[in-house]
């Protein structure tokens, strides 16, 4: 079974603060991508990366960036949490050739 | 209008029902990925499809190309089938990048 894990199910954050998301996949996947969901906008696309030390902008990158140093390790950093990146982030991964998607269990995030 | 739509947007049923949720894109796609997500929970991917029709259990999906629509049924639901449901288009030109539907929130009541 594909596992995507990620660093924290919760975390409360300070505005200004930086904060670190981590996620791991266990299965040598190429691509990883990070989301934000929220109520009535869904799921959005921030960065993803189709390989080591590469990566490409989603849909919503302002305020993101990401780390890709290892194949099964992808980050992303809020350099300076604001109170509107209080979101659910979601971290995916998926094969190359093979683009079935496998979803991290969440990482609720709350800037106060 | 959205590249990918859902519909209905929000579903109740009686457990034993059947329950179909229909996705329509309006995008050239490369395959459809059918998602579940429970209240509080991470993202479980159901199927993926690019042509005909996959069931696994008491789900069944189907896609139609050339009509550019794919359906998700629930044969005899249940209460744990309860979760938000989500179509995806797949964008094999963009590196699998997905494309979202606003998902189905389906209640089953016992």
């Not at chain 1, 300070?14 to 998301?21: D, I, N, P, S, Y």
């Not at chain 1, 990366?49 to 305020?63: A, H």
Request: hydrophobic share 30%.
């Amino acid at each position: 079974d594909v596992k995507v894990t990620q660093s924290s199910r919760y975390l409360v954050k300070r505005t200004g603060e930086k904060v670190f998301l981590e996620c791991v996949q266990d299965m040598d996947h190429e691509n990883m991508f990070w989301y934000r969901q929220d109520p009535g906008l869904g799921l959005r696309l921030i960065y993803f990366s189709y390989d080591v030390k590469m990566k490409e902008k989603g849909d919503i990158p302002e305020g993101y960036s990401v780390s890709r140093e290892k194949k099964e390790r992808f980050s992303l950093i809020l350099e300076s949490a604001s109170t509107n990146q209080t979101s659910m982030y979601l971290c995916a991964s998926s094969g190359q050739g093979f683009y079935e998607q496998y979803f991290g269990p969440g990482t609720r995030l709350t800037v106060t | 209008k959205n590249e990918v739509e859902q519909s209905p947007q929000n579903l109740t049923a009686q457990e034993g029902e059947f329950i179909t949720i229909n996705c329509s894109y309006s995008v050239g796609i490369s395959a459809l990925h059918w998602l579940q997500q429970h209240p509080g929970g991470g993202i479980v991917s159901l199927f993926m499809l690019s042509s005909g029709k996959k069931k696994h259990g008491r789900l069944i999906a189907t896609i139609n190309i050339q009509e550019k629509h794919s359906s998700l049924h629930i044969t005899a639901s249940h209460p744990r089938d309860s979760a938000v449901y989500i179509c995806a288009a797949v964008n094999y030109n963009q590196g699998g990048k997905l494309i979202f539907g606003q998902g189905t929130e389906l209640s089953v009541k016992p």
